[in-house]
């Protein structure tokens, strides 16, 4: 209890009276203001609003506020106007950090590594070694480790197993993604998988299927399916049939995605769309 009525009691200076020349305890004045006039031994201390463009950020006796931060420096954006109680404040545009007092890039992760902390106006990146089935083939200062591709998922043969650096090649030229367009339906049991495929032919259903294959490619979030694989959908199968496996490869593009979990809640959105089926 007396520490903290100590903490809240207004902080004193000491100040010699002009007139008695006695030494007086005055009061500070707060931040957002100065000291207009001195306490004397009838009066108290009289503190006035610092004026436009100035500020005191502490408890003070000075008869002045502080100059405010005309402007930011090279490479820096406002990213808090100066009020009386705070100088402007200043940060690093996208893509850099604060080295001392200057602003320098983020760190790019060089192939076989991704970002696993992003680079902040405070911060640098951080980047870790892809771990055994992921992979990163570009120089980036944004993108994480991506899984490897599934040729069996895609109904394809490996050709040759992902690295650090490259993803898996999978048999495109015998099997032409071997798109099955002849299967309507999958059917729902417990597995997560066949319960994402039930959803991907919800969502595949009209009016979804009635946009082009190549619009709804673009719409999608995260990772897009390169258009290769969009144009062997267009050539092999129909419109609906399009969409879902449009679907089915965006999934495996981007099962690393957090996106992808808002659309796919689990096994409960199955038996929902087995309800919404049968009626």
């Known amino acids: 209890m007396c520490f903290a009525r100590a903490y809240q009691e207004i902080p004193k200076y000491q100040h010699r009276d002009p007139v008695t020349s006695k030494v007086l305890f005055c009061d500070q004045c707060p931040p957002g203001t100065a000291v207009k006039r001195h306490c004397s ?44 109680t705070h100088d402007r404040l200043c940060e690093c ?29 405070e ?13 990163s083939s570009t120089s980036s200062s944004t993108e994480p480790c991506i899984p490897h591709r599934n040729c069996t998922q895609l109904g394809l ?3 040759r197993p992902g690295t650090a650096t490259q993803d898996t090649l999978c048999d495109t ?12 339906h999958t059917e729902c049991h417990t597995d997560i998988t066949l319960c994402e495929e039930a959803i991907f ?10 946009f082009p294959v190549e619009h709804l490619s673009e719409s999608l ?11 062997r959908l267009k050539k092999s199968c129909s419109p609906q049939q399009q969409a879902l496996h449009l679907l089915r490869l965006w999934r495996e593009q981007n099962k690393d995605q957090d996106k ?10 199955c038996l929902a769309y087995i309800a919404l089926t049968d009626t």
């Open 41 to 84: 031994t009838e009066e108290p201390t009289v503190c006035a609003p610092c004026p436009e463009k100035r500020f005191a950020e502490q408890w003070h006796w000075g008869d002045s506020c502080q100059h405010c931060t005309s402007v930011c420096k090279e490479r820096q954006i406002v990213q808090r106007e100066c009020n009386s």
């Open 93 to 121: 545009i996208p893509g850099y950090h604060l080295v001392v007092e200057f602003c320098v890039l983020h760190t790019a992760c060089s192939p076989g590594f991704g970002v696993i902390v992003q680079g902040t106006p």
């Open 123 to 135: 911060r640098n990146t951080v980047c870790e070694k892809c771990s055994p089935g992921y992979f």
């Open 157 to 159: 043969k490996t050709v």
């Open 173 to 184: 030229e015998n099997k032409e993604f071997n798109f099955n367009c002849s299967h309507q």
């Open 201 to 210: 032919q919800f969502l595949a259903s009209p009016p979804l299927a009635s």
């Open 221 to 231: 979030p995260g990772r897009k399916v390169d258009w290769k694989s969009v144009e």
């Open 260 to 269: 992808l979990l808002s659309i796919i809640q689990g096994h409960h959105l």
